[in-house]
């Protein structure tokens, strides 16, 4: 916590040993998150974040697994919800501005194969980028 905000993070923990698909939507997820971070920068629309996580997704063989959002703002909300607007959707023509905070989230849904798969972290948009603020890692947590 900083100044009364905190950093909102998401994880998989596979209970047991994952399977060798839930391995690879892992790596895949982490992929898109990076890309989305990657594609955040003050000055540019929100929704090239989630265009970036699309094609990440998409080129892996997950575009019916995902979501339609990417994530969204973290404000002056509080429990028990914070998210905030505006969310990183296709499309969305809000600029990016430097001190805005984003949780930006990887989700992907496998139902017919019953797995699933997230990562998440915390960012704020910067002169030049973003910076995570999360301080823990994206690796997989197994046994």
């Known amino acids: 916590m900083f100044r009364h905000y905190h950093s909102a993070l998401m994880r998989t923990i ?5 399977p060798p698909r839930q391995i690879e939507m892992h790596k895949v997820a982490v992929d898109a998150l990076e890309a989305s971070k990657a594609a955040l920068k003050p000055g ?4 090239e ?3 970036a996580h699309a094609r990440v997704l998409d080129a892996a063989g997950y575009q019916k ?3 339609n959002a990417t994530g969204y703002s ?9 998210m905030d607007w505006p969310m990183l959707y296709h499309a969305n023509p809000e600029l990016a501005a430097p ?9 992907i ?3 017919e194969r019953g797995l699933a798969m997230t990562s998440g972290q ?5 002169e030049t980028g973003c910076r995570v603020l999360s301080q823990r890692t994206t690796d997989l947590v197994t046994r």
């Open 44 to 47: 540019r629309p929100i929704g």
């Open 74 to 82: 973290l404000g002056t909300t509080f429990a028990p919800n914070w």
């Open 65 to 67: 697994h995902r979501m």
């Open 109 to 111: 849904f496998d139902s």
């Open 49 to 51: 974040a989630f265009d």
């Open 122 to 126: 915390t960012v704020v948009v910067t």
């Open 14 to 18: 596979p209970v047991g040993k994952a």
């Open 99 to 107: 001190n805005q905070v984003f949780f930006i989230h990887l989700i």
